[in-house]
T-cell receptor
Framework: EAQVTQNPRYLITVTGKKLTVTCSQNMNHEYMSWYRQDPGLGLRQIYYSMNVEVTDKGDVPEGYKVSRKEKRNFPLILESPSPNQTSLYFC?????????????????FGPGTRLTVL | DQQVKQNSPSLSVQEGRISILNCDYTNSMFDYFLWYKKYPAEGPTFLISISSIKDKNEDGRFTVFLNKSAKHLSLHIVPSQPGDSAVYFCAASRYNNAGNMLTFGGGTRLMVKP
């Protein structure tokens, strides 16, 4: 089954304790990205990756790191989490960066990771 | 400053009637507009999109209308079904040197009552 998986699905942690949220896709997609969803603000892009070893900042990259060492995996790293990073996080992948919708340009989202930083 | 806005956080509609979800944007450089649907505890799923050079796109019960002069788009669902109850996100796509980036609105929660 074609899918994007994220782990963990739920996480409660404390300020300053490094954490990693994993993301994996099995569709051989080149483009992957991370979003955070906050009430009233919709989804905002944190980082994206065009392909292996190619990553770039989205709209809200502060406090986050990513890596893309393999095509299928795109982990999100919070080196020193703070309470303002409490949010719902989504990983997404698509065949390429032409995010125009339609059968080949669609982004597929993971189920989300709800992170609480105390 | 939000470039894509959904001013109605929620909408309640009777089953069988029309649901109209609205979205406004400010950046005239957007070249595609998309609607995503999100159920609780799941990620968003793509629903329908429209190119900025068109004014209407239809897919079954779902139709998206684009009014470029007003920088406004809407999603019509006819007839509405209880299974359509979800949060709907409007998104706009613009091309930069890294490909297309999506900017999302804040979402509208649709409740379809049986």
């Amino acid at each position: 089954e074609a899918q994007v998986t994220q782990n963990p699905r739920y996480l409660i942690t404390v300020t300053g304790k490094k954490l990693t949220v994993t993301c994996s896709q099995n569709m051989n997609h080149e483009y992957m990205s991370w979003y955070r969803q906050d009430p009233g603000l919709g989804l905002r892009q944190i980082y994206y990756s065009m392909n292996v070893e190619v990553t770039d900042k989205g709209d809200v990259p502060e406090g986050y790191k990513v890596s893309r060492k393999e095509k299928r995996n795109f982990p999100l790293i919070l080196e020193s989490p703070s309470p303002n990073q409490t949010s719902l996080y989504f990983c997404a992948s698509s065949l390429n960066a032409n995010l125009a919708g339609g059968s080949t340009d669609t982004q597929y989202f993971g189920p989300g990771t709800r992170l609480t930083v105390l | 400053d939000q470039q894509v806005k959904q001013n109605s956080p929620s909408l309640s509609v009777q089953e069988g009637r029309i649901s109209i979800l609205n979205c406004d944007y400010t950046n005239s450089m957007f070249d595609y507009f998309l609607w995503y649907k999100k159920y609780p505890a799941e990620g968003p799923t793509f629903l329908i999109s429209i190119s900025s050079i068109k004014d209407k796109n239809e897919d079954g019960r779902f139709t998206v209308f684009l009014n470029k002069s007003a920088k406004h788009l809407s999603l019509h669902i006819v007839p509405s079904q209880p299974g359509d109850s979800a949060v709907y996100f409007c998104a706009a796509s613009r091309y930069n040197n890294a490909g297309n980036m999506l900017t999302f609105g804040g979402g509208t929660r649709l409740m379809v009552k049986p």
